[in-house]
């Protein structure tokens, strides 16, 4: 028979991993998802915890936008010690300069300036030709490297720009100062190939000592796989959001772009610096500040991501917990895997429910005439919870 061909991504045994930059933007895009406010003392708490996670770059806020928002960033920038703190700026004058003072206290401060690069943007938007966005772009960079030495540049709607163009606004950006280049997928309009091939393009354009950056949007629910492509083609910082939070369908998910390197070593040769036992911590947080839900299914921290419910699956988990299970709960922070009792539940996982609850001594044939019980009342009640199994056993209703 022959064997099935390794695929051409597949990086070889001895390829070194790459380390890659996380980026959370949790406090800045993520603030952005419709009807979310974060005031100063959730945000620092939330900018604690990502710090405790090991993010390498926190983006606290936007500070022109608001003096509160001026302030929030301040307060990070001056109480929390570890990543890079940045602030978001417009490419003009009054941003720069409210970005440069909210993280002057940091101890590693970077101001992220960007401009719209897109032919529709420019034209409808900042009704600018190309030569004027360009010459915004470099001034705005110089004035950010006047007050500090890291500043990152943003070409808002990059993957809807054309490519000469954004050479053209990334080598004239680097030469003024900037060292990280991001290259935002603002409207989630690109797709895992085209990434990969834009960042190849554009890391053989640029100068070897340049950050790329990706930041996808979830429009089409691409953005972590792009995330990934853009770290394939040559990315080394991903920009994301704790629970995928942000503008419209939000960002590229944090837990999940960390656990797709952490968990598929083999596939994709990238590090990050992420505590992935802090993962579940930081989306509880998240998830509670903001008052955004986790949808149930959300991989890595939705309710369900580790609930065995069918009897087949439940009964490998048991003979060997690898049969479903990629990945441990426990690396990411959460209680080992639960077994749903319902009414796809088999014997095996009743026997185990009952002895965890300390009916272990318990004959075979009870355990038959009670599982025909406990079929009869999830074909009734759907999930049956502990309180239902020891009513089950205690009331004795099987045994005539
Ligand atoms: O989506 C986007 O383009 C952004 C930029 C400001 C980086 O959020
Ligand atoms: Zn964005």
């Known amino acids: 028979m022959t064997q099935p061909t390794q ?23 993520g603030e952005q998802s419709p009807g979310v406010a974060l005031n100063h003392s959730q945000k620092l708490e939330i900018a604690h915890q990502l710090a405790r996670m090991g993010v390498d770059v926190i983006e606290a806020g936007f500070p022109i936008a608001s003096p509160g928002d001026l302030e929030g960033v301040s307060r990070i920038a001056r109480e929390v010690r570890g990543p890079i703190i940045a602030g978001l700026a417009r490419a003009g004058r009054a941003d720069i300069e409210a970005a440069a003072k909210a993280v002057e206290l940091a101890e590693h401060p970077r101001i992220h300036t960007f401009i719209a690069t897109s032919p529709i943007h ?26 500090v030495d890291d500043v990152e540049f943003s070409a808002e ?128 947080l998240v998830s509670r500040l903001s008052g955004m839900p986790v949808q149930p299914n959300k991989a890595i921290v939705g309710d369900n991501a580790f609930a065995h419910e069918s009897g087949i699956h439940q009964d490998g988990v048991i003979k060997a917990r690898e049969t479903y299970e990629i990945m441990n709960a426990e ?39 009670l599982f025909a019980r406990f079929k009869d009342l999830a074909d009734r009640k759907g999930q049956i919870y502990a309180d239902d199994l020891r009513a089950l056993v205690d009331s004795r209703s099987d045994i005539p």
């Open 7 to 29: 695929p051409a991504n597949t990086p070889s045994k001895t390829t070194q991993p790459e380390r890659i930059r996380i980026f959370d933007t949790t406090l800045r895009d």
């Open 122 to 147: 420019m034209a409808k938007k900042l009704n600018l030709d190309p030569d004027a966005v360009v010459e915004r772009a470099v001034q705005a960079v110089r004035l950010a490297r006047s007050f």
């Open 157 to 284: 709607d990059a993957t809807r720009s054309e490519w000469p163009f954004l050479v053209r606004i990334f080598k004239a950006v680097v030469e003024a100062g900037a060292t990280t280049i991001n290259v935002p997928d603002t409207v989630g309009y690109t797709t895992p190939r085209e990434m990969r091939e834009l960042f190849a393009f554009l890391k053989a354009e640029l100068p070897a000592h340049v950050i790329l950056s990706s930041h996808c949007h979830d429009d089409l629910g691409l953005a972590v796989a792009n995330s990934v492509a853009a770290a394939e083609g040559g990315a080394r910082q991903i920009e994301c959001t704790v629970n995928g939070i942000g503008e419209r369908a939000g960002n590229a998910s944090l837990e999940e772009i960390v656990m797709a390197f952490h968990t598929r070593a083999d596939a994709y040769p990238f590090t990050t610096g992420i505590r992935t036992r802090e993962l579940y911590r930081a989306s509880r």
């Open 331 to 369: 690396l990411v922070g959460r209680e080992a895997a639960v077994l749903v009792m319902g009414k796809h539940s088999g014997r095996a996982a009743f026997r185990k429910a009952l002895t965890d609850l300390g009916y272990a001594e318990m004959s075979d044939e009870r355990v038959k005439s």
